[in-house]
């Protein structure tokens, strides 16, 4: 396989594509997946965490966050729900897409707000009959995967929570971390149905569009802001900090774009992302080879081909089936890590969070399967070097996945058509038949952000 550099179209765009809602039959199939967990396992309740941060799980069956306050979703094992929230969020328990009970606390409300139904946080589990559990799982958001000790004897939710539920339960009880069960392997987010597809590929089509926006605006002279307001879109929440910086990086620990201007020979990285998707990319400044800084004027070759050749290897490679620990030795094998300076998992599932977890690391035997969305996630960092980066989201798919989509979709169906042509006739990826492209896009890598036309494709 030669990676080639030089002139190629750019990818088809969809714009208007409207969002998708979850269905009550898919909120009542993931309250079931939960369920059938909590039996297997054992557990007589489930308390699950949300901030604003931190409020995937919650969401997975409320459709909603608790924004700027605190919330918790109690399912218990027949099913019974108890929504615990704060001042501002008691509006939202008629709205949850899973029907629960309401209890009210101040504690999870803003600083100074009113006190008003104050109790301690013991006497409302009680009231629910948490105290009566003999094994109880605490939900935040990270799964805890320690080399030694016990992942789930750690709890990533308050302490003025944990302490409450540890004061309520008795003392023979068990409390465990339960995120496995949302994001574990077989956990029940960890897999989507067509309806999530379509829900989810409105946010990674809306990055894909940002970053092409974004990338066709770059010229010497405009501004960092410039570029960020084009990785904003349809008045939609970002699922990460938004990146557009030239030049050197973290002045003053700063994080966001600024109004300083892009010059000639700068690097550059943008990223944008959206419930669903994210999109990023890395280069130069620069319209040609002989702009390179010096010290790398072997970039394409150092950098930027070989980074290129391990998404393409990812691509036509990956199948239902296969494990994560057999993808991450793929990429290895492309793209040595000794060589090439990577060390996070090159891969991980997509959701609500930019990054939900990963089946894909070192000797994973987690096996990839019909139904994940997943983000190619490959980032080399070699000392001296610029990075490359062409991070996008594609869906893991078997043949009846496929049909649900093609039947229930076939607008979503046609885009994922157009996008696959596009890597295959165009850039030229002999693309897995089970992958579909989520982003317009996928494998989209032109490295010197002034050569608008040209970018990297294989030559068979």
């Not at 190629?8 to 979850?22: G, Q, R, W, Y």
């Not at 328990?93 to 006190?115: G, V």
């Not at 774009?257 to 999109?279: E, H, N």
């Not at 492309?334 to 959701?351: D, I, S, Y």
Request: charged share 20%; hydrophobic share 40%.
């Amino acid at each position: 396989m030669a990676i080639m550099f030089g002139p190629i179209s750019a990818p088809v765009t969809f714009s208007d594509v409207e969002p998708v809602f979850l269905t009550d039959d898919t909120l009542q199939a993931r309250k079931n997946a939960l369920l059938v967990g909590m039996q297997r396992e054992g557990f007589d309740w489930l308390v699950i965490y949300a901030d604003k941060e931190h409020g995937g799980n919650f969401e997975y069956l409320t459709g909603f966050i608790p924004r700027f306050e605190e919330g918790l979703l109690l399912l218990n094992h027949s099913g019974a729900c108890t929504l615990v929230l704060g001042n501002e969020n008691l509006k939202m328990a008629r709205f949850s897409r899973t029907p629960a009970a309401l209890l009210h606390t101040p504690y999870f409300s803003l600083p100074n707000q009113p006190m008003d139904n104050e109790a301690p946080l013991e006497s409302l589990f009680k009231d629910t009959g948490l105290a009566d559990s003999h094994k109880v799982g605490l939900v935040g958001w990270k799964m805890f995967t320690p080399a030694a000790g016990n992942g789930r004897a750690m709890f990533d939710l308050p302490y003025f929570i944990v302490d409450a539920i540890q004061r309520t339960l008795s003392d023979n009880a068990i409390l465990e971390n339960a995120i496995h069960l949302f994001i574990g392997d077989h956990g029940a987010r960890t897999t989507c149905n067509a309806n999530e597809i379509a829900h989810y590929e409105y946010g990674a089509n809306l990055a894909s569009n940002c970053m092409l926006d974004a990338l066709n605006a770059i010229e010497v002279g405009v501004r960092e802001t410039e570029l960020g307001a084009l990785l904003h879109a349809e008045g939609q929440c970002n699922t990460v900090v938004t990146i557009a910086a030239t030049g050197s990086r973290f002045d003053k620990a700063n994080l966001y774009p600024t109004y300083k201007k892009v010059q000639r020979g700068d690097p550059l990285s943008l990223t944008t992302a959206f419930k669903g998707g994210l999109s990023s990319r890395s280069g130069f400044v620069i319209a040609e080879q002989s702009e390179l800084p010096s010290a790398q004027q072997d970039y394409l070759d150092r950098i930027a081909k070989p980074y290129f050749s391990a998404v393409v290897a990812w691509l036509e490679n990956i199948r239902c089936g296969m494990s994560g620990g057999a993808l991450y030795a793929l990429v290895e094998q492309v793209l040595p890590k000794e060589r090439f300076g990577w060390h996070l998992n090159p891969g991980h599932l997509v959701a609500d969070e930019e990054w939900m977890s990963s089946p894909i690391y070192h000797y994973s035997s987690e096996l990839l399967k019909s139904g994940m969305m997943l983000q190619i996630d490959i980032i080399p960092s070699v000392p001296g070097y610029n990075g490359a980066s062409a991070e996008e989201c594609v869906l893991l798919a078997d043949a009846a996945l496929q049909s649900d989509i093609r039947t229930q979709y076939p607008a979503l169906w046609q885009r994922t058509e157009t996008r696959r042509r596009y890597l295959r006739e165009t850039i030229g990826i002999q693309l897995s038949d089970e992958i579909l492209p989520l982003s317009n896009s996928v494998a989209y890598l032109r490295p010197f952000f002034l050569a608008k036309d040209l970018a990297l494709s294989v030559v068979s």
